[in-house]
């Protein structure tokens, strides 16, 4: 496994912009790329004076728009960009480019010799920004042309499985400097993980607040690679975990879980890992050797019969949200019951539910756990949900009431209102104003607990509040079950004693 440098790219209008991002992320970069593409064609004219205008080796690369660059004019125009970045090389090889992206078919051999002579070295590349690269290792044979060239290949992979080929394929290749790269949210790990691809870069841009240009799909700023990754320190002996899901829009369980290790002082790393099907995160899995999972919407259900064990819990509940290998086998268990109880106890200050008339609101996947953890701590509950046969299904399984989701059980949502669970994901970010039960209104005595957590305050939470009621969303169970997962994953405790659920819950 390779240390792989960090190379921040430079999408920047201006080198002015530029230089800001160098000094922005300096402490969290190995060397740069100036993405002259992107530059205004004034700007271009000046790309010479760059590299003696930091203190850090650049990459000079002018990128077409057929390889997910900004530049469109023909090759003649490319090459004279690119001449004019090497022009009058200076004895001081650190006011020079460090190296220059070429790619595969740019044929203009004067550049070449030229970044030779004056050496810089040249980084061979072929982009496929729509779909994946095969037979990586034959494709590097075909682009071999010099042994001091460093192969880099870029691609989209169209799902999970063309990320695990890669990282088998990795494994196979024979000594050169390359830099392999799987693009977008699939990819991600091809990112953190560079050094298990033997990567001579790991590429980022800066962040998206600072409103730069993100170079290319799936990059992250160089500040979180570091530090909330700890990319620095992943080695030969770093524990893989991961989370997956499908699209696995915006997880905080990255940030739950490497704050955990962190905090903990283990060698550990966390990623999110999106899969469309079961079987393709634990090809990944096996491929790279994650040693557990965080698993959610929507392969809860659907990974179950791929595991030699499940936790009775999870049997009870019908879903798995964590995997961990126990004496060899895949084992499965689930938190969220676990971490909605001990969230909900902390929040109401008691030890069970019991006197409770308690409403659930929903009957999906979390449905489940909320209700096999207030029947467990001894609550009455009647569950409400739009589609009248789920309510009752689930209900029947632990001697609930149900009732339709709608005006018509207002009444009966009223005798069920000591404390209301609301499940459903109706108020869930992109659509805030949306109300699950709007039919309802809160007279101040009863107590709310939303699941959702993004937003911080949901639509329901608000009337609640305004009505006086004590309201919690869903973050507190977020981080409980996640602090369930980390234990059963490291066989630690998690430091949630420090006061982290407080920082985390500030941080998000
Ligand atoms: P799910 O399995 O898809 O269940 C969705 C539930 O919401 C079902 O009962 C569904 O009713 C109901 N529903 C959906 N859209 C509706 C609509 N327009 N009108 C009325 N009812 C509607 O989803 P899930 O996995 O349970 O997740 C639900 C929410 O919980 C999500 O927002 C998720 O982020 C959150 N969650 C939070 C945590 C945490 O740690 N805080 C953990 C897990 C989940 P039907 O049965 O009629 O379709």
Redesign the pocket.
Known sequence: MVKSKICLCLTGKTLDEDIRYVNKYRDFIDLVELRADCLTEDQQLKIREFPQMIDVPAILTVRRKSDGGNFSAGEGSRAVIMAKGLAYANLDKTKNFAYIDLEDDFNVPSIEEAARAFGIRIIRSFHNITGPVQHIEFKIQGMSRFNDEIYKIAFKPNSLSDVSRLFKEAEKLEKKDVILIAMGSFGFATRVLSGKLNSFITFTSPSHESGALQAAPGQIDPETLCKLYNFRNINEDTKIFAVTGFPLAATKSPLIHNKGYQLAGINCVYLPVPAARPEEILDFSSALGIRGLSV??PH?ETIMPFLDDISPSAIKIGSCNTIFRKNGKLYGTNT?AD??SKALLDFLGRKNLKGMKISII????????VAYGVHALRGKACIF???LE?AKKLASAYGFKFAS?DISSSNLLSKYSDLIIQ????G?LPEPD?D?IPFYSFKGHEILYD????PSETKVMKRARDAGCRVSN??S??VH?GALQFEFFTGMQYPIDNGLLEKITKEK
């Open positions: 959610t919407v809860k969220d971490g909605f929903g009957a999906g996947g979390a449905a489940k756990a949900n739009r589609s789920k989701l499940t459903t994901p109706i869930m949306k699950p699941i959702i957590y993004e869903g973050f169970m977020l079950q």
